[in-house]
């Protein structure tokens, strides 16, 4: 198994730009999630999927943010207009089932910069 | 409610001695705890997991981690260090059972291993 794909691992724009980061969760997995990591606030998650239905979305920092599962099979997670203090690792994690004890698997991460 | 405190944001040990690291966990009602490691320039990968079965839970690469209700307690351990363990290590908390999916990170210990 690939493992979670994410893509790009690395993106850098300018401000105001749109940025669409993408995911490709593990075959068979029904829960996926959106996490951002930053040295300031830590892991922080955004958006919680469960069945491709977006079920907790109270993470997501505003309305420039959104975030869609057309399938089982794909996520992007959109930025729209970017700002600098949008810059952080954004990470990818899906897992087999819902429920806070299981595991998740998580991918590389997107490293992204907005300047 | 639930959050979790990781006492050192970074901890220095020599190759081939014991590896501490410690977490205190607050929660409400029966918690589940993990362990996750990152390595640099990658996502998050689960080292073990507690979920009321032992209280001595062993994990991956000979860690192993003891859940200790009384102290709210779930610290990290290993008994020689490799320079490979040298990672950022997060203690995880979330409640047991299928209707939950929020994950609380620690911030994180970063582990030098020192040859």
């Known amino acids: 198994d690939a493992g979670v794909i994410q893509s790009p691992r690395h993106e850098v724009t300018e401000m105001g730009q749109e940025v669409t980061l993408r995911c490709k969760p593990i075959s068979g997995h029904n829960s996926l999630f959106w996490y951002r990591q930053t040295m300031m606030r830590g892991l922080e998650l955004l958006i919680y999927f469960n069945n491709n239905v977006p079920i907790d979305d109270s993470g997501m920092p505003e309305d420039r943010f959104s975030a869609k599962m057309p399938n089982a099979s794909f996520s992007t997670l959109k930025i729209q207009p970017s700002e600098p203090r949008d810059s952080a690792v954004y990470f990818c994690a899906s897992s087999p089932r819902q429920g806070g004890d299981e595991k998740l698997f998580f991918g590389s991460g997107t490293q992204l910069s907005v300047l | 409610a639930q959050s979790v405190t990781q006492l050192d944001s970074h901890v220095s040990v020599s190759e081939g001695t014991p590896v501490l690291l410690r977490c205190n966990y607050s929660?409400?009602?029966?918690?589940?705890l993990f362990w996750y490691v990152q390595h640099p320039n990658k996502g998050l990968q689960l080292l073990l997991k507690?979920?009321?079965?032992?209280?001595l839970v062993k994990g991956i690469n000979g860690f192993e981690a003891e859940f200790k209700k009384s102290e709210t307690s779930f610290h990290l351990t290993k008994p020689s260090a490799h320079m490979s363990d040298a990672a950022e290590y997060f203690c995880v908390v979330t409640l047991t059972g299928a209707g939950s999916y929020q994950l609380t990170f620690g911030k994180g210990t970063k582990l030098s291993v020192i040859p």
């Open positions: 507690y979920t009321s079965a032992a209280t």
């Open positions: 929660s409400s009602y029966s918690p589940s």
